[in-house]
């Protein structure tokens, strides 16, 4: 097993289809970076060298905002939307749908009510 950016890559999966693991890298990230690294298209995690993997280490870690960073950055604005009580920070207070969902009916599991 392999840990890049907090993430546990498989041996046996693509370059590219392993690195979409590590969160907020997709596809088309993970296909820039191992273009941008020279690295082929089939090869696989565990065929990787040492150097290479310290390159994709490297790379992410400059030019991709990834996992704690990211979270940390969501989090931050979604208390900002809080602390200015804009409607998006008053239905995350609440719990309630943000993006004009029906409640009447759904949306139980979004509102943490208890069923009648």
């Not at 890049?4 to 890559?9: E, H, K, P, T, V």
């Not at 310290?54 to 979604?78: P, S, Y």
């Not at 009580?85 to 993006?99: E, N, V």
Request: aromatic letters at 6%.
């Amino acid at each position: 097993m392999l840990y890049i950016s907090g993430a546990r890559l498989v041996a046996d999966k693509q370059v590219r289809i392993a690195s979409t693991k590590i969160y907020g890298i997709g596809l088309k990230k993970a296909i820039q970076v191992r273009y941008r690294l020279g690295i082929s298209g089939n090869i696989k995690i565990k065929e990787l060298t040492k150097y290479q993997i310290d390159q994709i280490e490297q790379m992410i870690g400059q030019d991709h905002v990834v996992h704690w960073e990211l979270k940390r950055g969501e989090r931050a604005d979604i208390e900002r939307f809080i602390s200015i009580s804009c409607y998006r920070g008053i239905r995350h207070q609440d719990g309630s749908p943000l993006r004009g969902q029906r409640t009447h009916t759904n949306a139980r599991t979004c509102r943490k009510q208890i069923r009648k």
